[in-house]
Structure formats: C-alpha cells, structure tokens
C-alpha cells in the first residue's frame, strides 16, 4: 500500500528565472509530498494561476519582464489571488529591498543560496497559517455571523467574504463598490458608530450598531484585537420573521399562543389578533393569560421582550403595549 504523503494536497509554485534553484526547490518540495508549480517570470505565473491556484508561491525578486514586486502587487490587488502567501527569494545583496517587499504584501523571505531545510520549515509554517485563517473565514462564511478588521481610523484591514456579504446586503448593492475593499475606509454611518465607540472606550464591546433595512435587523459589535492598533467589527444580520416553531419550542407556548405572541409584537390589539386569527377577543386575552403566567411577567411588552432575548427575534417591540 502506498503510504500518502503529508502535504501530497498542497501546491507550491516556485517563480524563479534561474534553472539551477528551480531544480533545486521543486526536488526538495516533490521529495517532501507537495505538488510543485514552476515560472520561469511574473507573466507566466499570472497566466497559469488563472488556471490552477497554488496555495503559496516563493518569488523571486529579479526576474526578466515584470519583477517579483510588481508580480506580488498584482497578486495582492485581484481578491482571487489575494490571500495567497508570498515568500520572496532575494540575494543578501538584496535585503534592503525586502521592506518593499513586505509593503507589496510578502509573508516572509528566504535568501539565497537557498538551504532545503530552511525552505521546509518556512513553507510549512506560512502554510499552517493560511490554513488557520481560511478555517476561521469558512466558519464565518457558514454561518449567520461575520466580522471584519479595522485601523482605529477605520479603515479596513481584513475584509472575509462574509464580512462583503453582510456589507453589500447593508448598502442594498449587489457587489461591494470599487472603493470599498481593504484599506478603505468604513461605510459612513458605520464609521460614525465606531468613532463614537472610540471616543469612549468604555462603551466598546457593550454597546451595539443597529441598523433596520428592508424587514432585516443588521447589528455589529466592536471588540479590541490583540494588535491594539486593530479592531473587530462583529457582525449579524437577521430577518423580522418569526419562526413559530423555535418560538413554541423555545419559550413552552403552544403553536397558537406563539402565534399571539407573536402578532402582539407587532403592535396588533387583541380585537385584531382576533380578526387576523378568526377568534374571539376573550380567547386572545385568555390565550395572553397562559403566555403571561408561563413567562412570568405581567405586561405584553415584557412577554414580547422575553420572546426577543431567548429566541433572536429583532421584531420590534410596539411602543403603546
């Protein structure tokens, strides 16, 4: 039986104008169970991540045509390739060019002449990483929560699919406009909302954005990162419906008194919950009754309340109960 080897799913592409390195990097990677892509220039490897995305790519710095600099910038700038790592290769001779390097969105670096071992250890850890951070975006991408990173200025720093998601439905757009992406700053109101949370570092993390478009309640929460130079902006949008059953369930009603209670939110008096329901007036005040004592509260706001707080319903609560 053949034994699979460890990294036999992960693609290195190694871009570099030198056939005496990419012999050596492609056997050392091989022999170690990744699947290895080579360019021998930044145009090349554009052209063929099109067609098969690497999940990290070691890049020389000078090459022929475009230079690994302006190869990473391209990388950086197009949101398909974005996330990929970038290692660069550079001679000692080089090294002041590596803050760069970095400015263009580099990882790490390896200097030649290149050492197997060291070449190992680099990818593996930049790959560990990635892994991490693409766990925590597929988590939030599945899930009805999202979040993204932000500067105290507000401008954004870590933008996930699920954050662009939650952006775009918030603006009613459906794609984020050019000028929002990474770098940018936060949509207006938005950006007023942090910079009064800001303003007083107190409130940060007790106090919510709320937001009601469209029958969908969008709400975000503030919480310092452990980079105090960052922030995250904690996100959730959820429908004004009410899912009778989870409401049942949740709070001991039957279907029908779930559905009283539920009519009561917003704002229907006992005669219309009648109408709507083809009742009687005396059998919703019962039925209210039965909520009243299961719930332990005396008023239809605070049964309304309770509903809200155990089962995420955001329907409003009416102001004259």
Not at 97 to 107: K, M, P, Q, S, T
Not at 125 to 141: F, W
Not at 247 to 276: D, H, P, Q, Y
Request: contains cysteine; aromatic residues 6%; neutral net charge.
């Amino acid at each position: 039986m053949t034994r699979e080897l460890p990294n036999a799913n992960s693609i290195v592409m190694i871009v570099d104008d030198t056939p005496e390195n990419l012999a050596l990097l492609s056997d050392t990677l091989s022999e170690s169970g990744y699947r290895v892509l080579v360019a021998t220039d930044g145009l090349s490897a554009l052209e063929q991540i099109e067609h098969l995305k690497p999940d990290i790519i070691l890049l020389d710095v000078l090459m022929p045509g475009i230079d690994g600099f302006e190869t990473c910038k391209r990388l950086k700038s197009d949101p398909k390739t974005a996330t990929i790592p970038v290692l660069f290769m550079t001679a000692l001779s080089e090294l002041d060019n590596l803050l760069r390097g970095f400015g263009e969105g580099a990882v790490d670096y390896l200097v030649k002449p290149i050492r197997p071992p060291e070449v190992l250890a680099r990818v593996e850890a930049q790959l560990k990483q990635a892994r991490t951070i693409q766990r925590t975006e597929n988590a939030l991408n599945n899930s009805p929560y999202s979040a993204l990173a932000i500067t105290a200025a507000g401008n954004i720093t870590w933008l996930p699919a699920a954050g662009s998601r939650w952006l775009c439905d918030f603006l009613q757009r459906p794609t984020l406009p050019d000028e929002l992406k990474v770098g940018s700053l936060l949509p207006a109101p938005i950006l007023e909302w942090v910079k009064a949370q800001l303003a007083k570092p107190e409130n940060i993390g007790h106090t919510a954005f709320e937001s009601p478009r469209c029958g969908t309640r969008f709400s975000l929460k503030l919480t310092p990162c452990h980079d105090r130079h960052e922030y995250l902006l904690l996100m959730e949008k959820r429908s004004g419906e009410w899912n009778l059953d989870s409401v049942k369930n949740s709070l001991g009603l039957t279907f029908r008194e779930a559905e009283i209670l539920m009519w009561i939110s917003r704002g229907k008096t006992n005669k219309e919950v009648a109408l709507i329901l083809g009742g009687s007036p005396r059998t919703v005040n019962k039925h209210l009754e039965h909520i009243f004592e299961k719930l332990g509260v005396a008023t239809r706001a605070a049964a309304v309340s309770i509903a809200m707080q155990k089962t995420g319903n955001l329907n409003s609560i009416p102001e004259a109960m």
